[in-house]
């Protein structure tokens, strides 16, 4: 190894927020299980150990089978199987994946969105500005869950036929577009101080479009609290899909994501085959709990008003 | 002169981080007598203002009062338990901040505010609490007293806040007010009517005052003596007059030498060179010494207590009678 | 005063303008509801005499005027789906989704600010920093999960509570309500937890942050200085003020108990507005989906008004009028 990257590892070791992240054990077991999840999502294919969907590895005689420590448990099938014996811990896996891929695409497009309405509303001001941050007002008085059950319900009423193979986007859409307000206020804000810098003025006088430049100076100021709203926001992005699947308007029940497992799972409850709907469930709220730890973390670790 | 009215021996004051113990205020003494007014003056950071949070007991987590003691009347109040310390803060000694448009609750009306503190600590009716109120926003020069009670904070300007700041100080008739920059957050122009109003309420009520500043002009009109402070210490301490006209410490005449009313006849103005070292980095010796134009060997070793020096106490090496 | 409730009002209305027209779009450019209405097999003359009757032949601003107007009057057609006026079916609906909702903001409530309150004045105790990683964990639970793990909990393994419905109902007027039985009260607390749990969760971490702040401003400080007692301090001055951020933020979220009880009814199969909204969803029921969205966006308005109303009797910097301002 170079001396140069020992001595950047050095400094990033150093710093104050690796210095928080060694001392709260919180952050760091949050940290190994999201890792944890991040990582069994993406090899899925690799890891579970049978593939759900793959239809001719299905067997009806293995149907609702037990977790593997309780009479009649298969060992194969370590957390038990569903009503077409899948095995559950493979469609967990499976359904992460999914959970994951919708969570942190919403929180991009959101990300884009806001960051680029909270630029333009800052440095345009004026009735565009008005205009964006009321819009902004307004949605904010609706929960996120409705906004998103509303667009995927037009979505729906307008692609009646295409809507299976586009739920994904869709829900991203849904997802994305009822979460971009915080990201758009906090840009805004740094947007407005940053404006009257001399230096933007001065980008003027070298031909520079000082929106170019502004994103340049203002995007690094606001990484932090970004980064922040990002984090805590992929938790919620997760328990909106999840909400959304578990009401029947999510993600199609043939690549099932957590929320969808929970909701087929929920028709079993009574009949005693709790785990089918149980071990999704605990998946799910572990992640999103590591999730909001680790932001939580994040968020004392960057206010260093709040750093004792 | 009698027994002080406030004694102060030894203070030091630590702030515990993750990387090592802040000594903040170390080894400062003084006393203030019955009526007397103590200027405190030195840059941001040298300690003055947490002196004055140790002595009404505010200090702020996780910062503690680490050595030494205070007295007040020859009572020991730096361990009271909380009860008996909150019964002192307004009825003996009051305080007032730096920012008048925050220190007063929004929400409340200002007579709500000075009736609540006045019968907090004073056996009065609700009835007589209001007449106070009203005589006290009267002495401090508020027109209209009567009717302006029922008024919020944000209904008066911050001359007009400060003076309701010092009618609350006074609200209970405390021996002591410690004065925390009373004039800083104010325009120019309001800066000295409201000096000029706590001075002869002072005087008035023979309240004794601890006046921090960083503004050696006010202590110049106001103080009876001065304590210079300097990285948590104090570097010099005499009558007012003496300090100002014939300094000793060599920080001393650098903050003299910088202030134009004082050095008018002087030349020019005298900059000291560098700024006060940060809390974690204060230096072995006397903390001065990198910046003093009159640093010698012994200056690097060896910390000066404050020593005697003519009509004042000065904490360096060039007053010592018995060289080492 | 007036001038501000009568600009909050116009403010209100404008919001729901622009709701009815959306949901108005929904009506015209969703589906063709002539189509829906006839079926198939309709003649083009069926169509021509049917598109008159609906006034769908009439320029935009016209229709969109007689919509507002239907809306008003509570007329959102007929639903798609039942076959039933939307407006009867709503009626049906309301009460079961409020009884639960102000349940479940009571419980909110109840909880939620003394926790908070406690947890800000004690943020070192340990009660502060258990009911902190419990508030963690109830952010974390997704409302349906909630229900569904008391539903095994306390229906299906100890059999304690029914696990769905409202129970039996007493019907006072065109009100139904599960409050006057037995089986209507079991029946409502398992829903009531689920849906009150995150609320309440979010009402504590807000009051505790907000406790936390205002503890740190210097008219605190100089409350503390003057030698007030602990409980005017933190019980008259801290609370007061925290109530300002608190009231708003409050406010918004009992609205938005309202749109939760969709999954909460959904989980319980509890027969109020929000499963018939889902349902609609499900089956592209434009007028229940319309009147639905009109129906929460009025709640929401009424809530906002109520909390400006409420702010400007606690904050007296918001009372414009400033009698004798004159010490300027």
Known sequence: ?308 | MNRPLLEVRHLRIEFPTRRGVLVAVDEVSFTIGPGEVLGVVGESGAGKSLTGAAIIGLLEPPGRIAAGEILLDGERIDRLPHEAMRRIRGRRIGAIFQDPLASLDPLFSIGQQLVETIRTHLPLSEGEARKRAVDLLQEVGIPAAARRTGHYPHQFSGGMRQRVVIALALAANPQLIIADEPTTALDVSIQAQIITLLKRLCRDHGTAVMLVTHDMGVIAETADRVAVMYAGRIVETGPVADVINAPKHPYTVGLMGSIPSIVADRDRLVQIDGSMPRLNAIPPGCPFHPRCPRVFDRCLHERPDLMDAGSSRAACWLYDKVPA | MTAFILRRVLQAIVVMLVVALVAFSLFQYVGDPVQLMLGQFATPEDRVRLTHELGLDQPFYVQFFHFVVNAIHGQFGVSLRIGKPVSVLLAQRIPATLELSICAALLALAVGIPAGVYAGLRPNSWLARTLLSLSLLGVSLPTFLIGILLILVFAVILGWLPAFGRGEVVHLGWWSTGLLSKTGLMSLILPTITLGLFQLTLIMRLVRSEMLEVLRTDYIKFARARGLRDRAINFGHALKNTLVPVITITGLQLGSIIAFSIITEQVFQWPGMGLLFIQAVSYVDIPVMAAYLCLIALVFVTINLIVDLLYYVVDPRLRADRPGGSGH
């Not at chain 1, 970004?226 to 690549?255: K, M, N, R």
């Open chain 1, 1 to 308: 190894m170079n001396a140069r990257l020992v001595a950047a590892l050095r400094l990033s070791w150093d710093s104050d927020v690796a210095y928080s992240f060694r001392h709260s054990p919180y952050a760091i077991v949050a940290a190994i299980v999201f890792v944890l999840f991040v990582g069994s999502a993406v090899f899925a294919p690799w890891v579970a150990p049978h593939n759900p969907f793959d239809l001719s590895q299905l067997d009806l005689s293995n149907s609702l089978k037990p977790p593997m420590w309780l009479p009649g448990g298969d060992p194969s099938f370590p957390l038990g199987t569903d009503d077409q014996g899948r095995d559950i811990l493979s469609t967990i896996l499976f359904g992460a994946r999914i959970s994951l891929a919708v969570g942190i695409a919403s929180v991009l497009f959101s990300m884009v969105l806001g960051v680029a309405l909270g630029l333009i509303a800052g440095y345009v001001g004026g009735s565009i500005d008005a205009f964006i941050m009321r819009v902004a007002d307004v949605q904010l008085s609706f929960p996120a869950i409705l906004i998103a059950l509303l667009v995927d319900g037009l979505a729906r009423a307008l692609l009646p036929r295409s809507h299976e193979s586009l739920a994904f986007y869709v829900l991203v859409l849904s997802i994305g577009v009822s979460g971009w307000v915080q990201y758009a206020r906090t840009v805004r804000g740094t947007t407005l101080v940053e404006k009257n810098k001399e230096y933007v003025q001065a980008a003027r006088l070298f031909g520079i479009h000082p929106l170019a430049i502004m994103a340049r100076h203002v995007l690094p100021n606001v990484l932090g609290p970004v980064l922040v709203i990002a984090t805590i926001h992929i938790a919620t992005a997760i328990i909106t899909e999840a909400t959304l699947s578990f009401l029947g308007v999510g993600v199609p029940p043939t690549q099932p994501s957590l929320g969808t497992l929970i909701r087929i799972g929920n028709d079993f409850l009574f009949s005693g085959e709790w785990w089918v709907t149980l071990f999704p469930g605990i998946a799910l709220v572990v992640m999103v709990l590591a999730i909001n730890l680790l932001g939580d973390w994040l968020r004392d670790a960057l206010n260093p008003r709040l750093r004792t």
